[in-house]
């Protein structure tokens, strides 16, 4: 039954995966009217923002974008940060918006970039379980069923959390972009609604990635009851 959720949910993922990429592969061929790159429209925005701590540098990699809240910096693809087009902008300014978010101590945020220790130790612990499992490792017979799989659930369950906390991160952060790009005139009306466009599609990925995480969480449980009977 777990093989079938995880065959379906990497299916569902393969497809948004591939419409994302479609997306800013479209997006990144049209050029935004202003011609400014995805470096300064971060750093715009992050100055409309009265946001001056932060640094804009570019990080190897294709859709490796994203904010780091340790060091301050806001890390865009090579691609986006020296493009002029409407997917850099959009990506650019995404990013920025968890800058903004983190000046602002968005309780979401905050939320998240604290519960990252405790995710990645319980990513780590269960595939050591289920390794161990696997082999019939001596140690898992070690206690009974019902305490692994309460272990299971229990590690499950803050990941799952993680990945249902991150949503409105994500969505906030691209209302955040999108807001400040149509109200400072950075891209036209048809240009925002290509970045929106982008965003969407980027953020579906995080909905499926709770949903397959839930679903996962929701099957254990169902193990669990099944093995107190």
């Not at 790159?37 to 490796?64: C, F, Q, W």
């Not at 806001?74 to 990013?95: D, Q, T």
């Not at 970039?113 to 612990?125: G, I, Q």
């Not at 161990?132 to 990941?159: C, D, E």
């Amino acid at each position: 039954m777990l093989f079938i959720i995880l065959i379906f949910f990497m299916l569902v993922g393969f497809i948004v995966q591939t419409r994302l990429k479609n997306k800013f592969k479209k997006y990144s061929k049209i050029m935004i009217s202003n011609g400014l790159t995805g470096k300064e429209i971060a750093e715009k925005m992050l100055h409309d923002n009265n946001i001056y701590d932060v640094k804009v540098i570019s990080t190897p990699g294709r859709l490796t974008d994203h904010y780091n809240p340790a060091d301050k910096t806001v890390n865009l693809s090579e691609s986006v940060y020296n493009s002029n087009s409407v997917a850099a902008a959009a990506v650019a300014a995404h990013e920025c918006g968890h800058a903004v978010q983190h000046a602002q101590a968005y309780s979401w945020l905050q939320f998240r970039s604290a519960m990252v220790p405790m995710v990645n130790f319980s990513s780590r612990a269960i595939n050591i379980i289920f390794l161990m499992m696997l082999f019939g490792a001596f140690a898992v017979h070690l206690f009974p069923f019902t305490t692994v799989l309460w272990t299971v659930v229990i590690l499950q369950g803050a990941v799952t959390l993680f990945t249902v906390v991150t949503l409105p991160v994500e969505y906030d952060a691209s209302n955040r972009a999108l807001v400040w790009l149509e109200n400072t005139g950075t891209t036209t009306r048809s240009e925002h609604d290509q970045a929106k466009d982008a965003l969407n599609a980027a953020a579906n990925t995080y909905l499926v990635a709770a949903l397959a995480s839930l679903t996962q969480l929701a099957y254990y449980v169902m193990l669990l009851m099944g093995s107190r009977d």
